[in-house]
């Protein structure tokens, strides 16, 4: 029944539609003839929804367009699957360099130096780690939290003495601490208790003085040197909070025009005493 | 359309434009529906819709000729099929031998040639598709969509010369099939077109 002789190169010739032969056997005339058939030009059913499917692949189209904008800023999933491993796997290398250098803050030190203990690897603990951070979590002595928020109500406004309190070390903290666990005062006298102790006696919060002090033959506001007008609205709250005039707001002084030769016109300084009201 | 014509069409189907689209899918919509025919029967037209509106989701990104949208286009389709394979199984809904047989011996007594053109379209799709996946895939993707060795062999992952064995095989195969039910070319069939060059041309 071997009535194809059809070697590779007649098959590509078939498939290429370039030469045909049709006298090497009944079943290969007959593939040419099919292959004939599916060659055929478009028939006129296959085209029966063209206005349709034209309609619906134009507005594809369109919309894809219009949608390419937005969809070019937005992160490719994959790609952010790895951008995110990469910042993961660079802050942990990072963490684990410094924990093997011991140059993490105590308490983070501490906690590196547990987990890498259970994996058989030795950095130093936070001790070997001299520094003005805490060595231990909470950083504030033997306090727990509920002693935190005992003493935490009597700080000082404006948020300095943190900043004084980290300088002095853990002894003070243990002893406002301490303060606020065994006071017998309650309340408001609690906190101006552990206010004044945590201030050096500078607070007066929940202690207001009945009897303000008379008024200073100066009334020169204190000022600090780097922010001398932080200094002055400070001041002027502190006098108003003591009854002793309202807080208002003061008018800048008008900045005096300079004489070529740089003298002032006016007949005071801008920065002199009298351009703030007393 | 040479690919001056073809970038223009092109360029403006990337736009949206209604009659560029036509001129595309006039072009490229019958190779499609044979070729998906040979894959899953009376399915083809709704898998074919899906291809089209994936082209036309990524058409906007697209550069190249004639011949690189249709290995596009056909990519796309390929990419579908294997999709809605795994999806059904191994089934498959193109028609059986019987149903070849039937077709050709209708053909006889057809007397409308628009019919009888489409009946030889259905027996020749109907017995591609009768062949071994692979066989079917390279002949569909030779013959229906007249692509070269070379890019069929790029669409279905193989070397260009596996392409041409399976091509070869798939012929003989078909050659055998046809001389065992002792069918004879139609008269019109005695020469074949030497270039079908409807896309670049």
């Known amino acids: ?74 992160v490719n ?21 410094l924990a093997f250098a011991g140059e993490l803050p105590g308490a983070a030190q501490g906690i590196a130096s547990d987990v890498l203990a259970k994996i058989g690897v030795t950095v130093p603990g936070p001790n070997s780690n001299p520094g003005t951070h805490p060595d231990v979590r909470g950083g504030s002595g033997s306090g727990t939290s509920s002693d935190t928020s005992g003493g935490g109500s009597g700080t000082t406004p404006g948020g300095s003495a ?28 609690k906190g101006a208790v552990i206010s004044t102790t945590a201030s050096g006696g500078k607070s007066h919060a929940g202690n207001p003085p009945s009897h303000p002090a008379p008024p200073t033959a100066d009334p020169q506001p204190p000022r600090t040197a780097a922010h001398p007008r932080v200094g002055r609205h400070r001041w002027q709250l502190e006098r108003s909070r003591l009854g002793r005039e309202r807080p208002r707001f003061h008018r800048r002084p008008e900045r005096r ?22 | ?73 056909f990519t796309i389709a390929r990419r579908r099929l294997i999709d809605l394979r795994r999806k059904n199984g191994r089934r498959q809904t193109f028609a059986t031998a019987d149903d070849v047989l039937t077709a050709h011996a209708d053909r006889a007594a057809s007397a409308d040639p628009e019919a009888d053109a489409r009946l030889a379209l259905d027996e020749a799709l109907a017995r591609i598709g009768s062949l071994p996946r692979d066989q079917a895939e390279v002949i569909a993707l030779r013959v229906l969509c007249d692509l070269d060795v070379e890019t069929v062999a790029r669409i279905v992952g193989k070397r260009a010369g596996a392409v041409r064995v399976i091509q070869h095989r798939a012929l003989k195969r078909l050659a055998e099939t046809m001389a065992a039910e002792h069918v004879t070319p139609a008269p019109h069939h005695t020469i074949l077109e030497t270039d079908d060059e409807s896309l670049s041309a």
């Open chain 1, 162 to 189: 943190s900043g004084s309190d980290s300088s002095q070390g853990n002894g003070k903290g243990a002893e406002i601490s301490k303060l606020a666990r065994t006071t017998t005062a309650s309340g408001r006298d």
């Open chain 1, 77 to 97: 999933p994959r790609r952010r699957i790895s951008l995110v491993a990469a910042l993961a796997g660079t802050a942990l290398a990072a963490t684990s360099g």
């Open chain 1, 1 to 74: 029944m071997n009535h194809s002789p059809l070697d590779p190169e007649s098959a590509e010739r078939l498939l290429s539609a370039k030469v045909i032969s049709l006298d090497t056997g009944v079943g290969t005339s007959a593939v040419a003839a099919l292959l004939d058939a599916a060659r055929r030009p478009t028939l006129a059913h296959e085209l029966r929804d063209e206005p349709r499917m034209v309609a619906t692949i134009a507005d594809g189209i369109r919309a894809a367009k219009s949608g390419s904008t937005s969809r070019s800023t937005r």
């Open chain 1, 257 to 278: 025009a300079l004489t070529p030769t740089g003298r002032s016109r006016g007949g005071s300084s801008p920065r002199s005493p009298g351009a703030f009201s007393g």
């Open chain 2, 1 to 73: 359309m040479g690919d001056s014509p073809f970038s223009g069409v092109l360029g403006a189907a990337q736009l949206g434009e209604e009659w560029a689209v036509a001129t595309l899918w006039r072009e490229l919509h019958p190779r499609l529906v044979r070729y998906l025919r040979t894959a899953v029967g009376d399915d083809a037209e709704d898998v074919a819709s899906d291809v089209w509106m994936e082209a036309a989701a990524g058409l906007g990104r697209f550069s190249g000729d004639a011949e690189a949208l249709r290995a596009w286009v």
